[in-house]
């Protein structure tokens, strides 16, 4: 497994942004898919983007699409979340996370795909 620290979440008014960093330290970073998640209390927990080893590809859930750009710098073993236009609705506690497989990417993107997670970090947007 990886060891992966989030950190950029606060308090932002609608229509604001935010930048989500997670630091990531183990097992060859570069080597795998990474994906951030989100979560609100009750709620399952859904991706919001997810970004291919060498960050060629990437995928934004609908919701986010236009607004949210994931990226990576493995040189650094970090990966980004950069947010724009934040409503309301993006509240949530987000997770970074690593896949479970080495160099795979695609699918259905489900929690269980990947096996390392952060201990998250909470966005709140006020409208």
């Known amino acids: 497994q990886v060891q992966l620290v989030e950190s950029g979440g606060g308090l932002v008014q609608a229509g604001g942004s935010l930048k989500l960093s997670c630091a990531a330290s183990g097992r060859t970073f570069s080597s795998y898919t990474m994906g951030w998640f989100r979560q609100n209390p009750g709620k399952e927990r859904e991706i919001v983007a997810a970004?291919?080893?060498?960050?060629?590809?990437?995928m934004h859930a609908d919701s986010v699409k236009g607004r949210f750009t994931i990226s990576r710098d493995n040189a650094k073993n970090t990966v980004y979340l950069q947010m724009n236009s934040l409503k309301p609705e993006d509240t949530a506690v987000y997770y970074c996370a690593a896949h479970k497989f080495r160099e795979v990417f695609g699918g259905s993107y489900s929690p269980g795909d990947f096996d390392s997670w952060g201990q998250g970090t909470q966005v709140t947007v006020s409208s």
């Open positions: 970004i291919s080893w060498r960050g060629r590809f990437t």
